[in-house]
């Protein structure tokens, strides 16, 4: 079965980074893009960007633009989302989700505090 | 950006109630609508793409529809695992929009 399984919750100093990992098991990894939306507590689904796995194209929300990579390694099927100069407001859940036009699977999220 | 508007943002029903919501986008995205579904401390679960397809394994008392730039979701008999957060999502072009959800709530 598909599953897709995220690092472990993460708390970071304003201006450092954080890098969130995601592993997939169960599909043929390279078949499939990857998205990338965050949480914001109490708040709504933001989607933050897209990488295909088989070409490496990505795709970011211009406002993260300059401070978000999103990066996989076809060796281990795992994708990864970095995001730099952390801001209190980058606290959020970040979610990996499968993404073929549609986000059928969703890793379980990634709590990122940003805290001084 | 494409905006997706949800409404209502929250409404409150009771077990066995037939529930629309609706989802409208700020210009035409064809029929490349999704449906999700959000439960407290957890990840969205997709109920229905391409604005009327049943995800496998969704209960059929969920269903999806369109008329030109408006998009619904009908649930026609809400269960109590249905009372969560529901958002729909345009995958017409990047950046991939959400609505701001809808929270139905039990009355």
């Known amino acids: 079965q598909v599953q897709l399984v995220q690092s472990g919750a993460e708390v970071k100093k304003p201006g450092a980074s954080v890098k969130v990992s995601c592993k997939a098991s169960?599909?043929?990894?390279?078949?499939?893009?990857f998205s990338w939306v965050r949480q914001a507590p109490g708040q709504g689904l933001e989607w933050m960007g897209w990488?295909?796995?088989?070409?490496?194209?990505?795709n970011y929300a211009q406002h993260l633009q300059g401070r978000v990579t999103m990066t996989t390694d076809t060796s281990t099927s795992t994708a990864y989302m970095e995001l730099r100069s952390l801001r209190s407001n980058d606290t959020a859940v970040y979610y990996c989700?499968?993404?073929?036009?549609?986000?059928?699977?969703w890793g379980q999220g990634t709590l990122v505090t940003v805290s001084s | 950006d494409i905006q997706m508007t949800q409404s209502p943002s929250s409404l409150s029903a009771s077990v066995g109630d037939r529930v629309t919501l609706t989802c409208r986008a700020s210009?035409?995205?064809?029929?490349?609508l999704n449906w999700y579904q959000q439960k407290p401390g957890k990840a969205p679960r997709l109920l229905i793409y391409?604005?009327?397809t049943l995800q496998s394994g969704v209960p059929s008392r969920f269903s999806g529809s369109e008329s030109g730039t408006e998009f619904t979701l009908t649930i026609s008999s809400l269960q109590p695992e249905d009372f969560a957060t529901y958002y729909c999502?345009?995958?017409?072009?990047?950046?991939?929009?959400f609505g701001q959800g809808t929270k139905v709530e039990i009355k």
């Open positions: 989700a499968r993404d073929s036009g549609k986000f059928d699977y």
């Open positions: 169960g599909y043929t990894f390279s078949t499939y893009a």
């Open positions: 990488i295909g796995v088989y070409n490496g194209i990505t």
């Open positions: 210009q035409s995205i064809s029929s490349y």
């Open positions: 391409a604005a009327s």
């Open positions: 999502q345009q995958s017409y072009i990047t950046p991939r929009t």
